[in-house]
């Protein structure tokens, strides 16, 4: 799946252990993260699975900038 957050277009892979967010607008591509999501569940994973997103997004403008 796709998910934008501050404007950095992410892939999103999700599986039962972890989440891996890869950036790919032009220029972010090579920055990746691992979110490994086994210790939450219901409302409180898709609010640190967001939080992981912000903070990716984050991070790759930091480097491109």
């Known amino acids: 799946m796709y ?3 501050f404007g950095v277009r992410m892939a999103v892979y999700e599986n039962r252990y972890f989440t891996e ?3 790919v607008d032009p220029g972010f ?3 990746a ?3 490994d999501h086994t210790a939450f ?3 409180t994973l898709e ?3 967001r939080n992981a997103l912000r ?4 991070a790759v403008k ?3 900038s």
């Open 3 to 5: 998910r934008t957050e």
């Open 21 to 23: 967010i890869v950036a």
């Open 29 to 31: 591509t090579d920055q």
């Open 33 to 35: 993260s691992i979110f």
């Open 41 to 43: 569940s219901g409302k």
């Open 47 to 49: 609010r640190e699975r």
């Open 55 to 58: 903070r990716h997004a984050r």
């Open 62 to 64: 930091r480097y491109v």
